[in-house]
Nanobody, 113 residues
Framework: QVQFVESGGGLVQPGGSLRLSCAAS????????MYWYRQAPGKEREWVAG????????NYADSVKGRFTISRENAKNTVYLQMNSLKPEDTAVYFC??????WGQGTQLTVSS
C-alpha cells in the first residue's frame, strides 16, 4: 500500500539549516508530483512546497520561498526538503504527500534557541 516515511527533523537554532527526507513506497513514485506540508501546534496543515514528477518544476509557499528547496531522487523513491535560515515560526510537524489522502507520521521540526 501507499506509504510515506518522513525523517530528518529535530531541534535547530534560529538561522540554522536542516534537510528532511521522505521515503515513498507502494506506488510509482516517478509518476507523481510530490508535496511537503506542515502543521504547527493549534493550526491547520498547510502546503509548503511542490515538485513535479521529473523534478523540473518546483513551487513554494510565500512563507518559505528563498529559504527552502524541494528536490527528489526518483531512483530512491525519495523527496527532500532543504531548509535554510530557519525561523521559530517554521516549527511544525512536516509531512510529504502525493496530493491525496495518504499521509505518513511526519517528522517534527523545532526551531528554538
Amino acid at each position: 500500500q501507499v506509504q510515506f516515511v518522513e525523517s530528518g527533523g529535530g531541534l535547530v537554532q534560529p538561522g540554522g539549516s536542516l534537510r528532511l527526507s521522505c521515503a515513498a513506497s507502494g506506488f510509482t513514485f516517478s509518476g507523481h508530483t510530490m508535496y511537503w506540508y506542515r502543521q504547527a501546534p493549534g493550526k491547520e496543515r498547510e502546503w509548503v512546497a511542490g515538485i513535479t514528477s521529473s523534478g523540473s518544476i518546483t513551487n513554494y509557499a510565500d512563507s518559505v520561498k528563498g529559504r527552502f528547496t524541494i528536490s527528489r531522487e526518483n531512483a530512491k523513491n525519495t523527496v527532500y526538503l532543504q531548509m535554510n535560515s530557519l525561523k521559530p515560526e517554521d516549527t511544525a510537524v512536516y509531512f510529504c504527500n502525493r496530493g491525496d489522502d495518504y499521509w505518513g507520521q511526519g517528522t517534527q521540526l523545532t526551531v528554538s534557541s
